[in-house]
């Protein structure tokens, strides 16, 4: 396995509720599931563990281990935001349509639960050129399984975080766990020694995430997201 930068170059905003979203491990792990046929819309903790022997010997990422627990040699995502903004996805009946006929029956329509419920949500959109990935892994097996993602992070349906092209770079040095001295990844608070300026979060270090025993208190990078050149709309 080799040191490696990915890159994903980006057409649309991302959105994204944190910094460290979206995770390279999380995605590949999908794409192997879902090559597979492997892949559950709602996940338990028993499926989770029935596929663990799938994703462990199909990842294209080197596993680490640090006093007895192992985690896949990624970082978090690192980029330079552009500018954010918040745009708004609605949904309401139209009581006015024309061509509805029920004729003499009396219909009602429910708004306030289920398929026809009303919502005014926000999607807070982050405006990113490219998303970095540093990584321990075999290039060319990462690249099959990335190929075939066209979006990336939240609201993917609604056209966000469109990737128009993937690259993946060799690199001399390992970056996964720390860049210039900056922590790049999330890790337990008692695998590490405590970094420079990292917060500390009761975080999902590696996936799948909503498995109990992967949260843990972490200290956090904080230095992934360059906000420098960030302009507010």
């Keep these: 396995m080799n040191n490696l930068h990915v890159i994903a170059h980006l057409s649309t905003p991302l959105v994204a509720f944190d910094d460290w979203s979206p995770s390279l491990d999380a995605l590949l792990e999908f794409q192997i599931l879902d090559r597979l046929g492997l892949v559950s819309p709602n996940p338990t903790i028993a499926d989770a563990e029935r596929v663990a022997p799938i994703v462990q010997r199909e990842m294209p990422l080197e596993r680490r281990d640090i006093d007895g627990e192992w985690y896949w040699a990624v970082s978090s995502p690192h980029y330079v935001l552009l500018g954010e903004r918040t745009q708004r996805y609605r949904k309401r009946w139209d009581y006015h349509d024309r061509h509805l006929r029920w004729g003499k029956m009396r219909q009602s329509v429910d708004t306030q639960a289920g398929h026809y419920k009303s919502y005014d949500l926000p999607r807070y959109e982050r405006l990113i050129r490219t998303i970095h990935w540093f990584c321990v ?97």
């Design 137 to 233: 892994g075999h290039r060319e097996a990462i690249l099959h399984l990335v190929e075939g993602v066209t979006h990336i992070g939240k609201k993917r349906a609604q056209g966000c975080g469109q990737v128009v092209r993937w690259e993946i770079e060799p690199l001399e040095q390992d970056w996964h766990l720390w860049r210039a001295g900056h922590l790049a990844r999330p890790m337990p608070i008692h695998l590490i020694p405590p970094p420079n300026g990292a917060s500390i979060l009761n975080w999902g270090w590696k996936p799948p995430t909503f498995l109990p025993e992967n949260k843990t208190l972490c200290y956090m990078p904080t230095e992934n997201v360059c906000r420098s050149h960030l302009v507010m709309a």
